[in-house]
């Protein structure tokens, strides 16, 4: 039971004991009103009967007056205090649905979140499984990672060689220019023995 459902019970309990308490009043008024009508019919009696107690008669007589106008005072007070009471129940009744209202509300919400939830936990079997998946992709990529730096230390050593080569090649090239311009020289050498040879025919 929440705080407002306990504050609710005691406000309907007082409202009960008020009614209660106006209704019993109201009860004695009546009474009141009865005796003092009794009394009225007793004193026309006595009247008739003792001139000598009109006097006390009369004095009672406006004792019950002032006593039933207290009474009637009273239960005019009661009467507002029980249309009070009534406001505070109809005012009480309408709290009551707009509680209600927002218990409907609640409940409302409390199936979205838990809706909500649900989802939440799907996200999160999806990034698990997601996860998963990126960390195998980061061991493929690590082990390319290495392949590709041992394929560069070869490839690195290949063109160490092949520079090497080109050196090489490049001393050949100059060697091979070198005979080609001592070729040469011999070749006009014996061009010009054959030129002479030629004449001594």
Same mark, same amino acid.
């Given at each position: 039971?929440?705080?407002?459902?306990?504050?609710?019970?005691?406000?309907?309990?007082?409202?009960?004991?008020?009614?209660?308490?106006?209704?019993?009043?109201?009860?004695?008024?009546?009474?009141?009103?009865?005796?003092?009508?009794?009394?009225?019919?007793?004193?026309?009696?006595?009247?008739?009967?003792?001139?000598?107690?009109?006097?006390?008669?009369?004095?009672?007589?406006?004792?019950?007056? +002032? =006593?039933?106008?207290? #009474? %009637?005072? $009273?239960?005019?007070? @009661? *009467?507002? /205090? &029980?249309? !009070?009471?009534?406001?505070?129940?109809?005012?009480?009744? +309408? =709290?009551?649905?707009? #509680? %209600?209202? $927002?218990?409907?509300? @609640? *409940?409302? /919400? &409390?199936? !979205?979140?838990?809706?909500?939830?649900?989802?939440?936990? +799907?996200?999160?079997?999806?990034?698990?499984?997601?996860?998963?998946?990126?960390?195998?992709?980061?061991?493929?990529?690590?082990?390319?990672?290495?392949?590709?730096?041992?394929?560069?230390?070869?490839?690195?050593?290949?063109?160490?060689?092949?520079?090497?080569?080109?050196?090489?090649?490049?001393?050949?090239?100059?060697?091979?220019?070198?005979?080609?311009?001592?070729?040469?020289?011999?070749?006009?050498?014996?061009?010009?023995?054959?030129?002479?040879?030629?004449?001594?025919?």
């Amino acid at each position: 039971m929440t705080e407002l459902e306990n504050r609710l019970g005691v406000l309907r309990n007082q409202t009960i004991a008020a009614t209660y308490v106006a209704g019993e009043a109201k009860k004695e008024s009546e009474a009141g009103k009865l005796f003092y009508r009794c009394a009225l019919d007793d004193l026309k009696i006595i009247r008739s009967q003792q001139d000598v107690h009109t006097m006390i008669l009369s004095e009672h007589s406006q004792l019950l007056e +002032g =006593l039933t106008t207290t #009474v %009637e005072g $009273h239960t005019v007070k @009661l *009467d507002g /205090l &029980a249309e !009070t009471v009534e406001g505070h129940t109809v005012k009480l009744d +309408g =709290l009551a649905e707009t #509680v %209600e209202g $927002h218990t409907v509300k @609640l *409940d409302g /919400l &409390a199936t !979205t979140v838990q809706d909500l939830a649900v989802t939440v936990e +799907g996200h999160t079997v999806k990034l698990d499984a997601l996860t998963t998946t990126v960390e195998g992709h980061t061991v493929k990529l690590d082990a390319l990672t290495t392949t590709v730096q041992d394929l560069a230390v070869t490839v690195d050593g290949h063109t160490a060689t092949l520079e090497q080569h080109t050196k090489i090649l490049g001393d050949h090239s100059k060697k091979f220019d070198e005979h080609t311009g001592i070729l040469n020289g011999h070749t006009v050498a014996l061009d010009e023995i054959l030129r002479i040879v030629r004449k001594l025919d």
